[in-house]
């Protein structure tokens, strides 16, 4: 098993800025083989989304929503995956959650972490 836990949401004014954190613990060999970290959110009334994400070679992806004001990144020593937001937005706000794993093999999500943007 893996488990993932977030960090780093909070209450921010619009055009501040956050860092979220995902970091994993558990089964060593499975983190060992983790290929794929992402970042997902979840508004009220709204489905989840996928935020950015992130591939073992470096590959990003981000929603066209947030190009040019998020940043993903990896610690494959630390085995966690932030999520740097500038500029943020009170459409911004929601529950972020982590996505990790090595699908199609497994992949296992974190709790979520909620974020909200004052106008």
């Known amino acids: 098993q893996v488990q993932v836990v977030e960090s780093g949401g909070g209450l921010v004014q619009a055009g501040g800025s956050l860092r979220l954190s995902c970091a994993a613990s558990?089964?060593?060999?499975?983190?060992?083989?983790?290929?794929?970290m992402g970042w997902y959110r979840q508004a009220p009334g709204k489905q989840r989304e996928l935020v950015a994400d992130?591939?073992?070679?470096?590959?990003?992806d981000y929603a066209d929503s947030v190009k040019g004001r998020f940043t993903i990144s990896r610690d494959n020593a630390k085995n966690t995956v932030y999520l740097q937001m500038n500029s943020l937005k009170p459409e911004d706000t929601a529950v972020y959650y982590c996505?990790?794993?090595?699908?199609?093999?497994?992949?296992?999500w974190g709790q979520g972490t909620r974020v909200t943007v004052s106008s």
């Open positions: 558990g089964n060593i060999f499975r983190i060992a083989s983790i290929t794929y």
């Open positions: 996505n990790l794993g090595s699908p199609p093999r497994f992949t296992s």
């Open positions: 992130i591939t073992s070679n470096g590959s990003t």
